[in-house]
């Protein structure tokens, strides 16, 4: 760091990206992140929608953590909750499908029904 400017555009950055994880009126990202989320691969799921939501500039969303969703055998999960919808809940989830979920849930409202648990039963 050779300048105060150079300590503020690090303290920006780092705001931004804990706003991402703020309680907000708008969309809800959650992922399950007990034991078996985590061994199952949640932690890249969740720095890739961390990622897709601040790449696209998407401030009315926040992406959150929780702990055990309750099946196992469906981990990576991702529930969404935008407001005046019903909750929707993705099973399996990859960091390859996030950019599709953001684009086609987040921002334009349609689920992606292919990954959510009523296709995988």
């Known amino acids: 760091m ?3 400017a150079e300590l503020e555009a690090i303290r920006q950055k780092t705001l931004d990206k804990v706003n991402l994880r703020r309680e907000h009126e708008g969309t809800r990202i959650v992922v399950g992140m ?21 790449k696209r500039g998407l401030l009315d969303v926040t992406v ?6 309750g099946m196992c055998r469906l981990e990576p999960i991702v529930e969404i909750t935008v407001p005046g919808q019903d909750k929707v809940t993705y099973v399996r989830v990859t960091p390859d499908m996030v950019p ?4 086609e849930h987040v921002v334009n409202g349609k689920p992606v029904d292919e990954y959510t648990i009523g296709a995988a039963e």
Request: glycine share 8%.
């Open 64 to 69: 959150a953590q929780t702990g055990c969703i």
């Open 100 to 103: 599709r979920i953001v684009t």
């Open 34 to 54: 007990a034991t078996c989320g985590i061994a199952a691969g949640a932690r890249p799921v969740m720095l890739a929608f961390l990622d897709e939501v601040s």
């Open 2 to 4: 050779k300048s105060f």
